[in-house]
C-alpha cells in the first residue's frame, strides 16, 4: 500500500479546514462501495460519460485517473490510451479490479491503492489527468491540484469534474444545510471552485455543465 504523508510533493501548499481525512474518505468509501454503482454511480453517469469523450478526443496516450473508484469509466476509454486508475479505498479498487478482469479491459495499465495528494510518480509522466467527482472528497482538494499538475508533462492537460457549489438560490441554501454532515456523506455539499482554482487558472480554463440539470462543471486546464 502506498500512503505518502503530507511532506511530498505540494506539502507545503496551505490546508483547506476540511472535515474529511484520509481515513474518512476510506471509512466513509467502505461504506458505499457496494452501493456505489446503482446510487452515485447512476446520477453521475452522464457527466462521466461526456469527460471519457473529451479525454478520447484529447492528444496523448497516458493518462492517470486520480480517486478511480470502482472503474466505472475504465470501461469508456478508446483503445489508444493507456489509463492508471489510483484510489485511497481499497474497498472501491476492489471492485474496479473486478471491473477491469471481468471486462478484460486493455486500456488499463494499473490499478494501485496512492493517495493521489501526494503519488510516487515522476514528474511528467502522465499526458493526461483527470479526477471525476474526486476534488470535493479529498482531504486537501489544493495538494491533489498541484499533484496532478506534477505529474502530467507540460502540453498536457489537468480535468475536472465536479459538483460546484451555488452562489445562492435554492440549492446554495441546501448545499450549506448538508454541510455538517460532510463526514458522513464522504463529500462537500458545499464545495466552491474557490476551493480548488485560483482566479488565474478559471480565466485560462474551459468550463461545461454537466447533466443533470448542470449540477456538475467539467473544468480543463492547460498543463
Ligand atoms: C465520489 S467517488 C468518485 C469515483 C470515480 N471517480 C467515479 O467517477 O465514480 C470519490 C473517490 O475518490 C477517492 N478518494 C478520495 N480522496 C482520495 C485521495 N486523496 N487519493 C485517492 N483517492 C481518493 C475515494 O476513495 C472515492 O473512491
Do not use: C
Not at 495528494?117 to 479529498?138: H, L, R
Not at 498536457?156 to 455538517?180: C, D, K, M, S
Request: glycine content about 8%; charged content about 25%.
Amino acid at each position: 500500500m502506498t500512503i505518502h504523508s503530507a511532506s511530498s510533493p505540494g506539502g507545503n501548499l496551505p490546508a483547506p479546514r476540511s472535515a474529511l481525512d484520509a481515513n474518512d474518505v476510506r471509512t466513509a468509501y467502505r461504506r458505499w462501495a457496494g452501493v456505489y454503482d446503482t446510487t452515485f454511480g447512476g446520477i453521475s453517469a452522464s457527466g462521466r460519460r461526456a469527460t471519457v469523450q473529451v479525454i478520447n478526443g484529447l492528444p496523448g496516450r497516458r493518462v492517470l485517473e486520480a480517486g478511480v473508484g470502482t472503474g466505472l469509466a475504465l470501461p469508456m476509454y478508446s483503445s489508444g490510451k493507456r489509463v492508471v486508475g489510483i484510489d485511497l479505498s481499497a474497498d472501491m479498487l476492489e471492485r474496479a479490479r473486478t471491473r477491469v478482469r471481468e471486462g478484460r479491459i486493455a486500456t488499463v495499465e494499473a490499478l494501485r491503492e496512492m493517495d493521489a495528494e501526494a503519488t510516487d510518480f515522476a514528474d511528467g509522466e502522465f499526458d493526461i489527468a483527470v479526477a471525476m467527482f474526486v476534488a470535493s472528497v479529498v482531504p486537501n482538494p489544493l495538494r491533489l491540484l498541484a499533484e496532478m499538475r506534477r505529474v502530467v508533462r507540460p502540453g498536457g492537460y489537468l480535468l475536472f469534474v465536479n459538483h460546484f457549489a451555488a452562489e445562492r438560490g435554492l440549492r446554495w441554501w441546501f448545499e450549506r444545510t448538508i454541510a455538517p454532515a460532510s463526514r458522513a456523506l464522504g463529500w462537500h455539499p458545499d464545495f466552491k471552485f474557490a476551493a480548488l482554482f485560483t482566479q488565474e487558472e478559471l480565466a485560462i480554463s474551459e468550463r461545461r455543465p454537466m447533466p443533470p440539470f448542470g449540477l456538475f462543471t467539467l473544468v480543463r486546464l492547460p498543463r
